[in-house]
């Protein structure tokens, strides 16, 4: 996020959540954030996130999505995640493990989805015989 929109007052709430998107390096849902501020009511954290996505802040986030809906910090690039598979864990990747070339086959490239499980080292820990 390069600036905060003029039409989007800044409310205490807003920018907790906000710094909590910045601080967090993993897909959010609302109940992650109400864990954090449970000083919020659930319906503030719903209009904030509505918010959020319709000024261009936070992006849902399209890997893994298990139950509820979690959400990312908008940016130019990509996001991929690991996630473990035991603990369920889930890690946004600083960059794309992956490289591709601008045109495929003809094909322009817009966007790329890649998910990649596994057992993060407190699970490989907690579950070795």
């Known amino acids: 996020m390069n600036h905060w929109p003029n039409e989007l007052k800044k409310t205490s709430a807003r920018l907790a959540l906000l710094e909590t998107f910045?601080?967090?390096?993993h897909p959010v849902s609302v109940s992650d954030l109400y864990k954090a501020h449970p000083e919020i009511p659930i319906a503030t954290l719903y209009r904030v996130i509505d918010a959020f996505v319709a000024h261009g802040?936070?992006?849902?986030?399209d890997e893994f999505q298990p139950k509820e809906k979690h959400y990312v910090?908008?940016?130019e690039h990509t996001h991929h995640?690991?996630?473990?598979?035991?603990?369920?864990?889930?890690?946004?990747?600083?960059?794309?493990?992956?490289?591709?070339?601008?045109?495929?086959?003809g094909y322009k490239i817009i966007r790329h989805r890649l998910e990649i499980e596994g057992i993060c080292q407190k699970c490989q820990r907690t579950h070795q015989t």
Do not use: A, G
Request: proline content about 3%; charged content about 25%.
């Open 73 to 75: 910090l908008k940016s």
């Open 81 to 105: 995640s690991i996630k473990c598979v035991v603990c369920n864990k889930t890690m946004i990747l600083s960059e794309c493990p992956i490289h591709l070339d601008e045109t495929i086959e």
């Open 57 to 61: 802040l936070i992006e849902i986030s």
């Open 22 to 25: 910045k601080t967090l390096n």
